[in-house]
């Protein structure tokens, strides 16, 4: 049985995806005490870690470990994020992740991160990360853009993984490719367990009443347009599709956010006028109706959409169990 360590393993996204394709879990690493909370619930035999991953002493599991895996946080590259890349210190943990990697000494590495990452800096900042776990030749690194859609995830949502192998195992690693077979919201959201979810203040919901399935702030008439959207927005320039959108449930939902309510990436339901609820979250990142999530509301969708959707890991995991074998 493969064996792996995860760090900064948020509410176990990626995680459940390798556990499900008959991986071990050594160690859970999450600084977050409501995500670790969540891990614990779903995940009770496995050993959770709640501190910091820049104080990680791995060293006791050299030659014992598979993968060293984790969804390194990636506001330092997001393209809404401030991209200071390495030089901020959420990207210095990057840095950790490679001390990590020496004292363990993994066959695989794996990092998961925004598509923003790729032309981070013209491409420097993805090409310096490459050069560092490479190690001096120790690992040889590859990378890759995947879409969930075409992973059985009824999303659009892209993410690089960045995979290294050993440079003592002599097999090349090939990422999963995916299928045309797109799922859409309405494969899914279908009998949903009733949850807690957000709500639109009166004056937005009568604003959301006014937006057809699929469409956003260029459905309302003009007036209504500059009342919700203000002048300074409207002369900003740029489509804004995600002002006061309405998913359709012909579609695959776009991006989910840590929030369905922030303006600019407004995630309301198909048909009712309404934010999706936290289990329609979960639906939609293809956790199953069993899994929970602890901690606020508010808190659970930042869980949720922060998560690596279960079908892209498990896709992921498939290569990687593929290759081992």
């Known amino acids: 049985m493969p064996k792996f360590i995860e760090v900064c393993s948020g509410c176990g996204g990626l995680s459940s995806g390798f556990i499900n394709l008959g991986f071990e879990p050594l160690l859970l690493n999450e600084v977050n005490k409501i995500f670790c909370e969540t891990l614990r619930i779903n995940h009770n035999n496995a050993n959770i870690d709640n501190q910091d991953m820049c104080k990680l002493d791995l060293k006791k599991y050299k030659g014992k470990v598979d993968i060293l895996m984790g969804g390194v946080p990636c506001q330092s590259f997001s393209i809404a994020g401030i991209r200071k890349g390495l030089d901020d210190p959420r990207g210095q943990l990057m840095l950790e992740f490679n001390r990590l990697i020496n004292e363990c000494k993994p066959k695989i590495i794996l990092i998961e991160n925004v598509k923003g990452l790729v032309n981070h800096d013209g491409g420097k900042t993805l090409k310096q990360l490459i050069k560092l776990f490479n190690n001096d030749g120790d690992y040889n690194i590859k990378f890759k853009v995947l879409n969930s859609k075409y992973f059985n995830v009824p999303q659009k949502r892209e993410r690089i993984f960045i995979i290294g192998i050993r440079n003592d195992i002599d097999k090349e690693f090939i990422f999963p490719d995916g299928n045309d077979e797109i799922k859409l919201l309405k494969d899914v959201l279908i009998n949903v367990p009733e949850s807690i979810g957000a709500k639109y ?3 937005k919901r009568k604003i959301m009443e006014l937006i057809p399935p699929g469409g956003c702030w260029i459905n309302l008439p003009k007036d209504k347009q500059l009342e919700y959207m203000g002048a300074k927005m409207l002369a900003s320039g740029g489509g804004k599709r995600g002002v006061a959108r309405r998913l359709s449930m012909n579609e695959a939902c776009l991006t989910l956010t840590t929030s369905p309510t922030q303006k600019q990436t407004e995630r309301c339901h198909p048909n009712e006028t309404r934010p999706l609820s936290v289990r329609e979250y979960a639906r939609i990142q ?18 949720i959409g ?13 290569s990687i169990k593929s290759f081992l074998n």
């Open 201 to 203: 203040p009166e004056n």
């Open 306 to 318: 922060n998560a690596v959707p279960i079908k892209l890991a498990e896709a992921i995991a498939t």
């Open 286 to 303: 293809t956790f199953p109706d069993d899994y929970k999530f602890a901690g606020s509301m508010m808190n659970q969708y930042k869980q």
